[in-house]
């Protein structure tokens, strides 16, 4: 244990403070600055006693500020290191942790817009500095963003800057076999800076590590800002649940109605789930079908009587009509090639998986007395078709390549 007096406290208590507000209280890292902390302030107490009880200085005050600040400083590395950020993207992409979209927090279009906002300021500032904790917001820059009108968005900043210092959200840790509910303010400190036309948010270290640490225990989800600065209220919530799991092979989603009527904070409202479902989900979907690539359909299940679950299907034409230009464009190449220069082993092979629909379509080719097999007579045609001169005699080549497996 170590003995401290009621002035040495005050002054740890200080010190932590002002620990806290920067870092966080992540543990162990706090820990040992505390120890590190308490050294240097008992090493200078005794130098200023050696000093004959001389009154701190300017001088003596900047001494202790700065070993303050550099015990700050070797601290640093490790409240972060175990929440490194990783790859940096792009300003035009928005990257969130997955435990994040998934989180329950009741937000208006405008503060939900903001977090999204920030996702590459924040990003490319602690690129530059890991040890970023604020970040500015310009006005303008918000307005253009998400098409709002320059006389007021300066007035939706505002509000926005204090509203949401009240507004925490929840999301699941996993403690001793069950989970948890964890509450996070948005942010630690905002402010409205009018002359300088935007706000200044400091932001709490579970949220900068939500939006900076991407990686295999923390999976995220990622897609371009030009996707969302239409949507609304509901579209924007239902767009990042579904764009979370658009990786997926299977393009399908369960969501509880509990679940769904805390996300889009509903708990209240349209308690019948047809309302639910029509001024919903209903409104949601067509809102993101108009004004992004993405396709959704959903059924209910019951459970009994009632109904429990909603399973949302989903795709993304734009990923669909890359694929199918893809496809289009190299079945094309092949067919031009083949028609020069006769077909490849490769694409010979691909036409033996349709082997007697082939033969059969050039029957006009075999004899009425031949007695060979549909393999034998496709080999015999084989040098034929790798000859650019005897190739194109022969029907059904193109349909067959184009043919998808």
Known sequence: MIDMTDEQIKKMQKTMQMYDLVYGVTEPARQEFFLKAVKTMLVMEEEELQNKGKQITQKDFNQIKNSSLAILENNAVATTDNHKATKVYGENWIVIQNRLLHAISKLSVNERRLIM??????????????????????????????????????????????????????????????????????????????????????????????????????????????????????????????????????????????????KFDCKERYTIISEFKRNVLDKAIKDIEKHTSYRISYKQKKRGRIISEIVFS????????????????????????????????????????????????????????????????????????????????????????????
Not at 126 to 145: G, S
Not at 161 to 182: D, G, I, T
Not at 353 to 376: C, M, P, W
Not at 381 to 398: E, R
Request: aromatic share 14%; glycine share 4%.
């Open 117 to 262: 906002f920030l996702s590459p300021i924040v990003r490319l500032e602690t690129a530059k500095n890991p040890k970023q904790r604020t970040f500015f917001v310009p006005a303008v820059d918000y307005a253009n963003e998400f098409n709002i009108s320059k006389k007021t968005v300066y007035r939706t900043l505002a509000n926005v800057a204090k509203s949401m210092q009240h507004k925490p959200f929840f999301y699941w840790v996993w403690r001793k076999n069950h989970y948890n509910e964890r509450g996070v303010a948005w942010f630690s400190e905002c402010e409205y800076m009018k002359e300088q036309g935007g706000i200044e948010v400091v932001l709490d270290t579970t949220v900068l590590e939500m939006l900076t640490v991407f990686d295999k225990n923390n999976q995220f989800t990622k897609y371009q800002k030009e996707y969302i600065a239409k949507l609304g209220a509901y579209g924007l919530v239902l767009f990042e649940l579904i764009a979370s799991c658009m990786y997926q092979e299977h393009k399908q989603k369960t969501y509880t109605i509990e679940y769904l009527r805390e």
């Open 314 to 405: 989903f795709g993304d034409d734009a990923e669909k009509n890359l694929k199918d230009n893809s496809v289009k464009k190299l079945t094309t190449s092949n067919n031009s090639s083949w028609q020069e220069k006769g077909l490849t082993d490769k694409q010979i092979a691909k036409i033996a998986h349709n082997l007697k629909e082939f033969v059969d379509a050039n029957s006009n080719k075999i004899a009425q007395n031949d007695t060979r097999g549909y393999q034998e007579i496709f080999d015999s045609w084989k040098p034929l078709l790798k000859d650019s001169k005897t190739v194109n005699d022969f029907k059904m080549i193109t349909e067959l390549l184009e043919k998808v497996y």
